[in-house]
């Protein structure tokens, strides 16, 4: 799953040109650089997702800020996210003094069209469909929902790197795009970000932005003005040559996982009880996770401690104790345990979130194991983990009955 599974001898040339250069700052220092690595890399993202702009950040959760930013979010907007998500989607919404509204997901583990109606009020100023464990959302009824009630739509795809619906690839389908390439992304840079998008203007503002709001246009840094505020949340040119050897090997990457991917679910599904997640475009998974239901809860966490017991990293969001991705253990959020003042409108906000239930979503994450599939797998190793998964399963069952 993660890239930094398969890492070595591309990664070391580019950050050997990196050093020979002698400049590890992206913009700037025009007649003494001879590496450009953060905007080759940008130029790859672009090819490769078949988007106009690209631009680089320091993290996927920067990105996220940047993107809101650009689209004007802040004081007591509102923005729609999933339950399910990672921590980073709140903290960049609270961050910009907005307020993120909590909508269930459904089995296909993202957003639900229907609680997103359900969720969209006066206030509503974005949806963002996270895609999570490396697949889509339903990114066209989003979108018709979001265009119907002239509302912007911003793609968390930071766990989905080279997925795809109908085609077209993740984060360029909305007006604009998040990606992560920190340390266990299908691609990584170590730590790093992307905003993606088919605006010139969201663009610009997101290169300014991101770079304490100075003015990009024309020649790398431009005319040495600040149109307006904005922060450093920029990528140095180190992680970018990272980012630039792995970018290109995106397309093995998947094929590998596609091939252990599929070698899992062909043994775990011989079991009548295993369902798996809902994918609107099967054809467009990235497969760094394969998500799979059982019939019921108590069964679910039984084959969580069985597998536990053998050592095979289990994958549930629910029933483990992992706060960072499922609304249910956001205790920190909930009791708005926050180091700066948060405005009145999200304190408010924020302690509904305390009465409010998400029972739809609770069904479907506490019946789901999302088992990881990593790269460096050998065949061998992949059918031990699915019979490994098959047998803990088939115990607990046996056991249940
Ligand atoms: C990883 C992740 C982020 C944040 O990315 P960082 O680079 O770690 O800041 C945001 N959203 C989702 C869904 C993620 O998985």
New binding site residues.
Partial sequence: MPGYELFGDEERKHINDVIESGILMRYGFENVRKAWKAKEMEQALCQTLQCNYAQLTS??????TTALAALGVGYGDEVIVPVF??V??FEAILGLGAIPVFADIDETLTLSPQAVEKAIGPKTKCIMP?H?CGSMAQIDSLLQIASAHSIDLLE?A??SFGASFKGKKAGTIGKIG?F???F??TITCG???AIVTNSQALYEKCAAFADHGHDHLGADRGADNHPFMGANFRISELQAAIGLAQIQKIENFIAIQKKNYSILQEIISEIPQVSFRKLPDPDGNSYTFLSWFLPEASLTQKVISLLKEENALAGNFYWYNNNWHYIHHWQHLKHTQSLYRLNPLQEEALQKLKEQTFTNSDTIMSRCISTAIPLSWTEQQAVQKAQTLKSAIQKALQKHS
């Fill in positions: 993290s996927g959760t920067t990105a996220l998500t990672f980073a989607s996270v999570m968390d930071c766990q998040a992560s390439f920190d266990a992304k730590e790093g970000g």
